[in-house]
């Protein structure tokens, strides 16, 4: 394993809170961080989520046992706080006695952090906002994602570099906060720990690991993309409250497009509230991303992707990814 002693001394915190060598999460991809990819990241010295995504309880339930099989080394579990089952799903997170629960999508619901943190858990979770970050750090969260919108998949509005600079002076110093969203290199990491950052989340940088099962042609259509080919939707109807998805531009795009109009009608004629218009618009993306991911649907499909797939130009093993990102980073505080 490289030695890293700077890069250790910046993450020192992270990583006893991660309990893992390297304070390195990956992001939690739908279809992508399943117990394949999750275990060979958590082996490489990493961190790796299971992303729950849609899965009902007894999928979840599956996917953790089979991760275990495969890694001995601590993992997380990414729940979305607007599942319909979320309060069941951390009944199974409690029952694998779960180390690190993570919550996205939204303000976690009354009860669910209390519920994780009542089998042991530490939870992590995002917030766009400093104000937010505050109230739910105040609230019992244990650590922070702060994800701007270079990301891949759903995205907040403002870039890393600038939630990096509002959050990490008022933050850093009391609490354990991580950085994501467009982070492709080791030189990058380096900067957000000189900031006062405790470790870093990617998600796009893993997408294409050799464990990961996304199909070949998922793989090359990243392959062969650059950074502007990975774009936000559109909101058409300021009514229905859409987080934006980073995607590379296809017909996909386009069909998400004719999907909101289609919602927002269906919203307009009181046939859904609006939660199930919110739950529907999800169910399109857990089925587009599946045709890309799993399919090689790669043009009608959603191939979500963060600004930095221009850095992902082959495939290689989780454990290497691992370790060029450490070399990068230590060789750039080294060389301050």
């Known amino acids: 394993m490289t030695t890293c002693p700077k890069m250790d001394a910046l993450t020192a915190r992270g990583r006893a809170f991660l309990g893992t060598d390297h304070a390195i999460l990956c992001g939690a991809m739908s279809w992508v961080s399943e117990r394949n990819l999750v275990a060979a990241i958590s082996n490489g010295g990493g961190f790796g989520v299971i992303a729950c995504g849609a899965m009902p309880p007894e999928l979840l339930d599956a996917e953790i046992a089979a991760t275990r099989a495969l890694t001995a080394k601590p993992f997380g579990v990414n729940l979305i706080t607007m599942h319909p089952q979320l309060m069941e799903l951390i ?46 750090l105040r609230s019992g969260a244990d650590a922070l994602v702060i994800e701007g919108s270079e990301a891949g998949g ?44 405790c470790g870093v989340q990617l998600g796009t940088r893993f997408a294409c690991a050799s464990e990961s099962i996304a199909h070949p042609a998922f793989k090359a259509a990243f392959f062969r993309a650059n950074a502007r080919d990975a774009v936000a939707s559109v909101q058409i109807d300021p009514r229905l409250p859409v987080i934006p ?49 799993i399919e090689g649907d790669v043009e009608n499909g959603s191939v979500m992707a963060g600004q930095s797939v221009g850095m992902v130009t082959a495939e290689e093993p989780a454990a290497q990814i691992i370790a060029t990102l450490v070399a990068e980073c230590e060789g750039a505080l080294t060389a301050r």
Request: charged share 25%; aromatic share 6%.
């Open 154 to 197: 759903h995205i907040g509005p403002v870039a890393t570099s600038v939630l990096a600079q509002e959050f990490l002076p008022e933050l850093a110093a009391d609490h354990v906060v991580f950085v994501a969203g467009g982070i492709g290199r080791g030189e990058m990491i380096a900067a957000y720990l000189e900031m006062g950052a």
């Open 91 to 136: 009944e199974v997170c409690a029952k694998h006695r779960v180390g690190h629960v993570v919550l996205a999508g939204g303000i976690p619901p009354k009860g669910s952090v209390e519920a994780i943190k009542a089998f042991g858990a530490r939870v992590l979770v995002f917030a766009p906002t400093l104000a937010l970050a505050k109230k739910l």
């Open 245 to 293: 998805v980073r995607a590379l531009k296809n017909k996909g795009t386009e069909a998400f497009t004719a999907k909101q109009r289609e919602v927002a009608q269906a919203l307009d004629e009181g046939r859904v509230d609006m939660h199930e218009a919110q739950l529907e618009i999800e169910r399109f993306w857990a089925g587009a991303l599946r045709r890309a991911v």
